[in-house]
């Protein structure tokens, strides 16, 4: 999906997600997606405030996250029981523009 919409034109790519959900924010940065901030009581949802949390990439950090995610997919990557050899976070963080405070690493 990030290839594509680089591919069409798009200057960024957006995740956005709960603040709480320290699963999707981990999944965000693990794909290379930089934090960009924290949008405090953006909406209610079922009668409480949710702060969603916001990560992108744009249009000049693509050809890098391509080339992680290749070398990620590479079948030399993988062992003969399938295990990846190098995680695809291994290749992505050096390329964050910003780490999310809310993670431990």
Request: charged residues 30%; aromatic residues 12%; positive net charge.
């Amino acid at each position: 999906m990030i290839g594509w919409a680089f591919a069409a034109g798009y200057r960024r790519f957006e995740w956005k997600c709960n603040a709480l959900n320290i699963a999707s924010r981990r999944a965000a940065q693990r794909l290379g997606l930089s934090y960009e901030g924290t949008f405090r009581q953006a909406a209610v949802v079922k009668g409480r405030n949710r702060d969603t949390a916001w990560f992108a990439a744009i249009d000049g950090e693509w050809p890098e996250l391509r080339a992680a995610f290749e070398a990620w997919l590479d079948p030399a990557n993988f062992d003969a029981e399938g295990r990846q050899r190098q995680r695809l976070s291994e290749l992505t963080r050096p390329l964050l523009a910003a780490d999310d405070p809310a993670l431990e690493r």
